[in-house]
């Protein structure tokens, strides 16, 4: 008998004196123990234990109950690595049995000039489509969303968990101009009543959308604000460089008023960080928070083009740090969610129902490059990841001019199979279900990927022990990957 490799140790700080909360990595146990038997069971990993040996450390009435809960284990290591990797292959290969996401890319083209663009990267050439884009005529436009209905076919049986969804994407979707291509993809992507419509907009032409926003049409937008006006102008600009602020502000009300829910982002580095109390402040003062279809997320710029000023960036600790610094001073800050206030959510939801964390938290895979997500632009191109289009070489797949569609073999399975069974130090780590591994593009495979997961998991988790032992309740926001 020996203690489980894949057990977490969780430090509950200031909520609980003299206990520690133990988490199981696969079975999915939450549980109380005193400070002593946590200590003494990390002292004892890796150490095999029988008879008298086990009775004196850990006591004879606690065998039984760890033993059940999945802490100690008859496995030795190679097995229960064993067990552990098929348990995720198993996983992975039932999330693929969801209905798949589409993300539509009217056009590469953005109107804004935004100095942290991932996409204004050379080796993506999003922004080379700028000039002299023309709309795809009716018959392409008919054509490709032909193969985009081929595709949701061969992927949604009657087995096929959940509903499909689909998610404007570029470039900037939702330019004036493409009002004919989205307008065409909401009459013709409608597989079913339930199908879902979103788009991640600048929203600065929002305003050209009347009558295609909210409840029937795209239900769900994220916008970017990056902090209050003096601010935001200078960073989310024209390529003339004008800023954005008054023409976003209108438009979210605008969207509000139409029905749709508006999730805020606010792109977060050393350069606005200060300006978030006044961005709450205003936010408050819109009245956007009385709208129940309204939430606000701060994310940090990540380091994705290489001239991002790295000076400027947060990392991740720092990061969250700073946010719960600035919230101490300034109250309203309590509007904006966070990553780790996602991740807290979920495991106070997970505390309060008791469910299986397979069920809802449980993960095998970080996003949905490796299961479901298809992403498709008008050149009838499909890819798999949001950072990866319009790389010829990155294709999955592309739609034929007969309204088919034909897979790349070799792509598919090189995104399609990734998991925390296949990237190295995740499938040894007990943290892998709850992270997923990490972004594939933003993270290479290699040890020190994390993202400081581990470090953000056991502050989450601690918090949420301290909400469920107050008996506060979980909001339902939960975070976004990408
Ligand atoms: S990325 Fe790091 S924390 Fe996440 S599963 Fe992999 S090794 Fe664990
Ligand atoms: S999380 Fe990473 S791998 Fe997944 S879609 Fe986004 S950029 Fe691609």
Not at 75 to 88: D, M, N, S, V
Not at 202 to 226: K, V
Not at 296 to 301: C, I, N, T
Not at 400 to 429: H, I, K
Request: with cysteine.
């Amino acid at each position: 008998m020996r203690i489980s490799d894949y057990t977490i140790f969780v430090d509950l700080n200031q909520h609980s004196k003299g206990s520690q909360l133990l988490i199981h990595g696969y079975s999915g146990a939450f549980d109380l123990v005193p400070t002593e038997l946590a200590t003494t069971m990390k002292v004892l990993a890796g150490v095999s234990l029988t008879g008298d040996t086990l009775r004196d450390a850990l006591g004879e009435g606690h065998i039984e109950v760890l033993k059940r809960r999945g802490y100690l284990t008859e496995w030795g290591p190679e097995e229960e690595r064993a067990f552990f990797l098929r348990y995720i292959r198993q996983f992975h290969s039932y999330t693929k049995g969801n209905a798949p996401h589409f993300m539509i890319v009217p056009a590469y083209e953005c109107n804004l000039r935004c100095p942290y663009c991932y996409q204004e990267d050379p080796g993506a050439r999003h922004l080379q489509a700028k000039k002299g884009f023309e709309l795809p005529d009716e018959a392409t436009m008919r054509r490709v969303l032909d193969g985009v209905q081929a595709l949701a076919r061969e992927f949604t049986t009657e087995r096929t968990r959940s509903h499909p969804s689909v998610t404007f994407y570029g470039g900037e979707p939702l330019l004036a101009k493409h009002r004919p291509i989205v307008e065409m993809c909401l009459e013709v992507l409608r597989f079913e009543p339930k199908v879902e419509f979103r788009a991640i907009s600048n929203g600065t032409e929002l305003d050209a959308y009347a009558g295609l926003l909210g409840p029937g049409g795209i239900q769900e937008l994220q916008i970017t604000l990056d902090g209050a006006a003096s601010i935001h102008n200078r960073r989310r600009v024209t390529g003339k460089g004008e800023g954005t602020f008054d023409r976003i502000v209108k438009n979210v009300s605008f969207a509000l008023q139409e029905g749709a829910r508006i999730n805020l982002r606010v792109n977060v580095d050393r350069s606005n960080l200060d300006s978030l109390p006044s961005l709450a402040v205003e936010i408050r003062r819109l009245g956007w928070c009385e709208s129940t279809g309204f939430s606000a997320y701060l994310a940090p710029v990540q380091s994705n083009k290489n001239d991002t000023n790295q000076a400027m960036l947060l990392e991740t600790r720092r990061f969250h740090a700073s946010i719960e610094e600035l919230g101490r001073e300034h109250p309203d800050m309590g509007l904006f969610h966070f990553p780790n206030v996602g991740l807290k959510n979920q495991l106070l939801r997970l505390l309060q129902s008791g469910s299986d964390p397979a069920q809802s938290i449980f993960k095998p895979t970080f996003c949905g490059a490796h299961t479901v997500m298809f992403i498709i632009d008008f050149s009838g191109a499909i890819y798999a990841c949001m950072e990866r289009t319009n790389e010829p070489s990155a294709r999955i797949g592309q739609l034929l001019p007969d309204g088919q569609f034909e897979l790349f073999e070799g792509m598919l399975e090189y995104w399609r199979n990734r998991s925390v069974a296949t990237t190295a130090p995740c499938s040894t780590c007990s943290y892998a279900l709850f992270c997923g591994g990490g972004c594939a593009v933003k993270q290479p495979d290699t040890a020190g990927h994390c993202d400081d997961f581990q470090y953000r998991f056991d502050q989450a988790a601690a918090d949420a022990w301290g909400d469920f032992s107050r008996g506060e309740r979980a909001s339902s926001w939960e975070g976004h990957s990408c």
